[in-house]
């Protein structure tokens, strides 16, 4: 729970501007009182996040100390009851933020859920797991993943081969997922089969997509035109998670992102939900999450001087 040479209590002191020591079977926690309190509160997380025999890292504790700071340190303790799944190699794959834990209640009880925010907070994986589970539980009979074919500052046309093969990079992080998720043997027969289905999002088109669970990645890149010729898919027995971040969108000027309009227009509506995830949620390295809120406070700034 410390750390490697109290490691994790050095940045709870350094944090929160505290002395925090340990004395025999003690932690003691020096400092003004307001900030000892959110110390308290801390440690007891990490204690329950050691006892759900979870891994203690930066992230994770970081992530502890911002809950702690806005009074919510015992919402830690329910993100890690539960598990979302558990892959081929029997790793247990579970919740690390209140934010997660939400995002996959949402797609547990509608039909059509919206995960939009920042790199790194799992909206794509922790859908891919819950179109896993719903396979394997026979809920539905295939997994279609989708993502528009949309230049991120390169350019498609100099790459060889058919529209597929050209897109084929552009979805590899579903591969691996699936791959993970399945195992490597099972996820190329599944594909084979065509029980697993990964696409550019222009071949959805004209089709009902019935007893299925599907996947649209990256959406802030579809137009307002193929987000509404996406979500009008919909067949029975089926349910839809549509994933993205509005600060990264890669459409031409003058071009609205589909999920922008959508997030929109369809909040409110029963069997809909929109779960809205922010630098809080990222779990990759640390530094993501700064990174992020770092780009958020320019935007913010720009948009405020834009209105003067």
Known sequence: MLGVF?????????????????????????????????????????????????????????????????????????????????????????????????????????????GVGPAGTGKTYLAVCQAVNAFKSKEVEKIILTRPAVEAGEKLGFLPGDLQTKVDPYLRPLYDALGELFGFETYQKLMEKGTIEVAPLAYMRGRTLSNAFVILDEAQNATREQMKMFLTRLGDGSKMVVTGDLTQTDLPEGKTSGLKQAVTILKGIDEIAVCTFSEKDVVRHPLVGKIVKAYEKENTSKSKGGKR
């Open 6 to 114: 109290d490691e994790n209590l050095q940045i709870v002191s350094r944090e929160l501007s505290l002395n925090a020591r340990v004395e025999g079977t003690k932690i003691v926690l020096d400092g003004e009182e307001e900030n000892v309190l959110i110390g308290g509160e801390v440690i007891k997380s990490l204690v329950d996040i050691v006892s759900a025999g979870e891994f203690i890292d930066k992230g994770s504790l970081m992530y502890c100390i911002e809950l702690a700071r806005e009074g919510r340190a015992k919402e830690i303790a329910g993100v890690m009851q539960g598990v979302v799944l558990v892959t081929s190699h029997g790793k247990q794959i579970k919740c690390k933020t209140v934010g997660q834990k939400n995002y996959v209640a949402a797609i547990k009880k509608n039909t059509i859920v919206f």
